[in-house]
């Protein structure tokens, strides 16, 4: 259909003003008019299709900047270990067991999503595990990712007792010096099967799996992403396993959404080896910043601050590089014109980020992001001068914000300052990183305008967005983190026509119900991409 009206709704543009229209057109995959009824009516060709949405509330189609959406779908395919599902020790072993009980000896056993901090008799080790099955290796990914559990059959293969802790991870140890099971950051990849080498640059996350599973999981979890409104996200993690896996998809014409790959930092001398640089390729598949880790998770106890953390002041956090090792990496990819994302939470690692975003700074305006960005304190307005974007999950303060009370203290109101950030005139950019939360956008935009943790603290309360606020970080200003801004992200004539249709008015709807918002349809380039089916 080459011209299409969409006419009789309540439509949100995200444009700099920010203002509001009650129709657009679409020719060719691309806004063409937008504005009044009358105005959008009387700008297109005689005979054009209009579809009435009902006064429903319209945004542009939403972006999530940092997502892990491959590492996702896959997930789903796993066994579900996510709070509150497995809420003992006992529910954890319990579903193991089945497992072990249904599938060949020997074989792997996955499971993600285990957030130990919420187990009242936690946190699990290798013994349990082994209480489960001694018959197969068994894998748990922590919630965030960033390390795994594992029980005594999946160390044998890999470790003996004496093993050494690698550069950036931790294998830990029981009272007695015994490894207990867990592998820290960049320690997984001395113990999970994994397809590609790393090194120190990461946690690990790319595990063994037939290439046919891969592009598979792409089309189930396109559908999920349009039915939850998303049109593009940046995939916060690639490696040729990735890469790959995105490139037959797309080629098939499965990838149902737009992707922007992040390549991770342990390809940065095959990159500069071939001169390719982000940001490249087209609207459905392209290569964006290049990714590179300062430290460790905030859900998982290893990110860096320069006052430790937790409970007993125990946690002082996992640095992957030293500081000069991450300023030359960081100068060597400024030099070859790439944008850099940097993963940093504590505010030890956040200035050690800027340090080395500075070192390397080329000129002009880098645009660089900060992934995560959780902790910033006193680095704030140097963040806001060197024109660095900060990318964060407000998610977080729901699904961990408890936690972080308890482990922080008042620091803890003190994450995500996204109000403050705004005022300093940064972008302020909002996602998921998913798989450590969902994935569904309204999760996170009423996280970032409620504040309020799973039990119903309040959490950094001054620091709350509006809704419009809220869903410009999840879209034009999303957009912005990758250099997308001029053809992406807002209802504007001549931008590729990605919106959404909202079921209820998130604009003017009771604040605690956003996060239940329905999606009605989403429409990627001018095709309905998704639909929904209720009444
Ligand atoms: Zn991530």
């Keep these: 259909m080459a011209y299409q009206v969409f006419d009789h709704a309540r439509v949100y543009t995200a444009d700099a003003s920010g203002s509001w229209a009650e129709a657009v057109s679409v020719e060719d995959g691309r806004f063409a008019a937008v504005g009044s009824s009358d105005a959008v009516r009387a700008a297109a060709p005689p005979g054009a299709p209009v579809t009435d949405l009902g006064g429903r509330a319209v945004a542009p189609g939403l972006i999530d900047a940092h997502n892990h959406f491959l590492q996702t779908s896959h997930c789903l395919t796993w066994i579900d270990a996510r709070y509150p599902g497995v809420a003992t020790v006992a529910d954890l072993v319990a579903l193991i067991a089945r497992a072990a009980a249904s599938g060949p000896a020997g074989s792997w056993i996955q499971a993600f999503g285990l957030d130990p901090a919420k187990l009242p008799d936690g946190p699990p080790t290798r013994l349990d595990l082994d209480r489960a099955t001694a018959d197969h290796p068994v894998l748990v990914r922590h919630v965030s990712g960033h390390h795994a559990l594992v029980n005594s059959a999946a160390l044998r293969r890999r470790v003996s007792e004496d093993a050494a802790d690698p550069q950036g991870g931790q294998l830990m140890r029981?009272?007695?010096?015994?490894?207990?099971?867990?592998?820290?950051?960049?320690a997984m990849q001395l113990i999970l099967p994994v397809a590609v080498d790393v090194g120190h640059h990461g946690p690990n996350i790319h595990f063994e799996a037939p290439a046919e599973d891969l592009v598979a999981a792409l089309s189930s979890g396109s559908r999920e992403y349009l039915a939850a409104g998303i049109t593009t996200v940046c995939d916060a993690q690639v490696s040729r396993r990735e890469l790959s896996a995105y490139r037959e998809a797309r080629r098939r014409g499965t990838l149902g959404i737009r992707v922007v790959c992040m390549p991770l930092s342990h390809q940065l001398d095959a990159f500069l080896a071939t001169g390719v640089a982000g940001p490249l390729g087209d609207d459905r598949l392209a290569i964006g910043p290049m990714k590179f880790y300062a430290d460790g998770a905030l859900s998982g106890n290893t990110a860096c601050f320069r006052t430790p953390y937790g409970p007993a002041g125990e946690f002082?956090?996992?640095?992957?590089?030293?500081?000069?090792?991450?300023?030359?990496?960081?100068?060597?990819?400024?030099?070859?014109?790439?944008?850099?994302?940097?993963?940093?939470?504590?505010?030890?690692?956040?200035?050690?980020?800027?340090?080395?975003?500075?070192?390397?700074?080329?000129g002009g305006s880098g645009r660089h992001r900060i992934e995560h960005a959780g902790y910033p304190a006193d680095q704030l307005e140097r963040i806001g001068r060197l024109g660095v974007i900060p990318v964060s999950q407000p998610g977080y303060l729901y699904d961990f914000g408890d936690t972080f009370l308890t482990a922080l203290g008042e620091r803890a109101h003190d994450l995500l300052p996204l109000r403050a950030e705004l005022e300093l005139g940064i972008t302020v950019v909002l996602s998921s990183d998913s798989f450590v939360?969902?994935?569904?956008?309204?999760?996170?935009?009423?996280?970032a305008v409620n504040r309020r943790t799973r039990t119903g603290q309040s959490i950094g309360a001054d620091q709350?967005?509006?809704?419009?606020?809220?869903?410009?970080?999840?879209?034009?200003?999303?957009?912005?983190?990758?250099?997308?801004?001029?053809?992406?992200?807002?209802?504007?004539?001549?931008?590729?026509?990605?919106?959404?249709?909202?079921?209820?008015d998130p604009f003017a709807g009771s604040p605690a119900d956003l996060a239940g918002t329905g999606i009605r349809m989403t429409v990627l380039g001018g095709d309905t991409a998704y639909q929904s089916t209720s009444e």
């Design 174 to 186: 029981d009272s007695g010096g015994r490894l207990n099971g867990w592998c820290l950051d960049s």
């Design 316 to 362: 002082a956090g996992i640095l992957y590089h030293e500081p000069d090792e991450l300023s030359s990496l960081i100068t060597r990819a400024q030099a070859e014109g790439w944008q850099v994302g940097i993963h940093a939470q504590g505010d030890r690692a956040i200035e050690m980020s800027l340090d080395a975003i500075e070192a390397g700074a080329t």
């Design 437 to 447: 939360t969902t994935y569904k956008p309204m999760h996170h935009i009423s996280a």
């Design 464 to 504: 709350a967005l509006t809704v419009e606020e809220a869903i410009r970080g999840y879209t034009i200003d999303a957009a912005r983190s990758f250099y997308a801004e001029d053809r992406l992200g807002s209802i504007e004539p001549g931008k590729l026509a990605d919106f959404v249709v909202f079921e209820s």
